[in-house]
């Protein structure tokens, strides 16, 4: 009998399922990938959970950004942040893109125009 992590893990193993992790947190899409997810979504929403649980993780590069910015707005300042959580999300899966030749291992994002 086959061993499984999880339910997800399950699912994907037994099933054409391909499952995208609702987050770019590194903790959750970490624990994603090693259950199978392979790729993951962001936008404005997600990234205020996602700092709510991981702010030790980023408020330095915030307040760098800042220092680094002093002309920028309060939203100049996190659609930056959005697009370096995204980054470093993307870097997590960028194995899966490597093996599945571009068809998997992707992270979407809201981006602000």
């Known amino acids: 009998m086959t061993e499984y992590k999880s339910k997800l893990h399950q699912t994907v193993s037994t099933t054409l399922t391909d499952y995208w992790n609702d987050s770019c947190s590194i903790e959750e899409l970490t624990y994603a990938i090693d259950n199978g997810a392979v790729g993951a979504t962001t936008n404005p929403t997600i990234v205020v959970n996602v700092l709510k649980k991981e702010m030790a ?57």
């Open 57 to 113: 993780l980023w408020q330095d590069r915030i307040h760098e950004l800042i220092r680094e910015n002093a002309t920028w707005s309060e939203s100049e300042v996190t659609w930056k942040l959005i697009e370096e959580m995204a980054v470093r999300g993307a870097e997590l899966l960028k194995p899966i893109f490597d093996r599945e030749k571009g068809k998997k291992g992707r992270l979407s994002i809201q981006i602000s125009l």
